[in-house]
């Protein structure tokens, strides 16, 4: 933004939203062949810069292999992409639809239009991919996007403003970048539609600044994900799988699981079991660089203050694995026992590798645990007796749900993605995204005829029929 710094935020958000808009209204509708093409950018975008965007990231991080960026924020990406030029065509299609007899012997369609300028606010934990994926659903939808990355990944910030403006014009796709304020401005701002990908308390804030101006919006939140290990599971695999998806960055990914609820009788080998997949998966803290970073000073002191409450009220701390350096910003895996809800890490999101480990005699008593809490964004099962299975499954709501392993139900296009309730509100990801960036406009045709004709005034005629 070097040639706009003199310029207030909402003086820069305004302008680039009104180029856009011009834009937009200079064709409302763009054809598939143009669609495409932005897809095409994108992904060739993405494709030239990937070196430069991971580094950045393992930046921003300070430690965080480039390997996890691959897998977790730019293969998926590139899948989402690919996904939508797939189906775009089927997806644009002019829809019919039957009509009652008062529309008869009209006809009926829906057509799927562009909204017009979609904001986009990410989160630093996937910066890439929680900015870029909604970004597919915007631009297959025909729409134009203004993209804010978080203060936390400024490298990253600068490197993807660097890549869109070589492949995007600015009434295409843009960047704005700053502090809390100007995301602020940037949520007051006037889009036709709103994603915001964040915790609980800030969409609540976006939430609010949209609702003035009626923009819709899409809400990607947090909270606590549950885990349930049944009695029925088989602990070797599952552990490994439960804990790959608690460490994968350290903890801070959206739909890690947050605390884990095991059968009182097994609480012992589960811990013994969580050891062994931690050692195995990182044999070293120290220089590993598979290993992420708390993001920053404050987000590690938040999660050591939570293991040292916790500790301090009684809980039993159990170290997975040795290593916590904290001029590094690297927290060793934590798992604890006998927490509560008196201790913040049972309150809020842990969003770290903090595992509580909560025990319980009945299915029921575990699901009346995670319904007496704010709906999760994922939950997980794991077991193979299938009528528990489908308790669990009819019992709880949660944005979604992965069956014996953790966090891939994200990975897939064909599933909508998106929390309920304190976890958010709507869903992208694949078609969804499509449908949430458009207007479904319903059209009806009149024939030469019409059925309602009949009953027009005067209604003497009509109350005989009737
Ligand atoms: P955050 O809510 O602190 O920040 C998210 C974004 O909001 C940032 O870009 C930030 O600049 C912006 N922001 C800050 N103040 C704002 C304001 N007043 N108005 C508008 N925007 C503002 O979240 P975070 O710490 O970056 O990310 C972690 C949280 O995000 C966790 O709760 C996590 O669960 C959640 N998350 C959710 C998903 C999902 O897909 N549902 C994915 C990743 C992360």
Redesign the pocket.
Same mark, same amino acid.
């Given at each position: 933004m070097g040639d706009r710094q003199a310029v207030s935020p909402e003086a820069v958000i305004e302008s680039v939203l009104s180029r856009q808009r011009a834009a937009y209204l200079a064709d409302i509708n763009p054809d598939l062949a143009l669609r495409r093409d932005r897809l095409d950018r994108l992904e060739r975008m993405i494709l030239a810069w990937q070196e430069r965007l991971a580094q950045a990231i393992s930046e921003d991080f300070g430690n965080r292999s480039p390997v996890v960026t691959t897998l977790a924020d730019i293969v998926p990406t590139r899948a989402a992409i690919r996904h939508a030029r797939r189906h775009l065509k089927g997806w644009m299609r002019r829809r019919r639809v039957s009509l009652a007899w008062t529309g008869q012997p009209g006809s009926a369609l829906i057509i799927r239009q562009p909204l017009g300028v979609v904001g986009i606010? *990410? $989160?630093?934990?996937?910066p890439l991919n =929680?900015m870029l994926s909604p970004l597919v659903g915007a631009l297959a939808a025909g729409n134009r996007a203004m993209l804010? $990355? #978080?203060?936390?990944t400024p490298r990253f910030s600068e490197v993807l403003d660097a890549a869109v403006k070589e492949f995007f014009a600015e009434d295409e796709v843009a960047v704005i970048t700053g /502090? $809390?304020e100007v995301? *602020?401005a940037? #949520?007051a701002a006037p889009f036709d539609h709103l994603v915001?990908?964040?915790?609980? *308390? !800030? /969409?609540r804030? !976006?939430a609010e600044?949209a609702a003035r101006n009626l923009t819709p919006v899409t809400l990607?939140? /947090?909270?606590k994900s549950p885990a349930i290990i049944d009695a029925s599971a088989d602990l070797d695999s599952a552990v490994p799988r439960l804990i790959w998806g608690k460490l994968l960055n350290s903890g801070q990914t959206?739909v890690a699981p947050d605390y884990a609820l095991v059968p009182r009788d097994r609480v012992g080998a589960f811990v013994a079991a969580a050891k062994a997949a931690a050692e195995r998966q990182y044999p070293r803290l120290s220089s590993n660089p598979d290993y992420t970073s708390i993001i920053s000073a404050r987000h590690f002191d938040r999660l050591a203050g939570l293991i040292e409450e916790a500790r301090d009220k009684g809980a039993e701390v159990i170290e997975l694995l040795p290593g916590t350096d904290a001029a590094r910003r690297i927290l060793a895996p934590v798992v604890v026992t006998g927490a509560n809800d008196t201790m913040a890490l049972m309150r809020e999101?842990i969003?770290g590798p903090i595992l509580p480990v909560i025990p319980y005699d009945t299915l029921d008593e575990a699901l009346a645990f995670v319904n007496a809490r704010d709906r999760p =964004?994922a939950l997980y099962w794991f077991g193979s007796d299938r009528a528990a299975e489908g308790r669990v499954l009819n019992g709880t709501i949660s944005g979604g749900v992965t069956v014996n392993d953790t966090i891939l139900h994200l990975a897939q296009d064909n599933l909508p993605?998106g /929390?309920v309730g304190a #976890?958010?509100d709507g869903a992208y990801h694949g078609e969804a995204g499509f449908v949430a960036m458009s207007k479904e406009k319903p059209v009806l045709r009149q024939s030469r005829l019409s059925a309602v004709a009949l009953l027009y005034p005067p209604y003497g005629r009509v109350a005989a029929m009737l």
């Open positions: 606010i *990410a $989160p630093w934990n996937y =929680l804010k $990355p #978080s203060e936390l /502090g $809390p995301a *602020a940037f #949520s915001f990908t964040g915790s609980t *308390a !800030v /969409g804030k !976006v600044a990607e939140l /947090g909270g959206c999101e969003f =964004l993605f /929390g #976890s958010g």
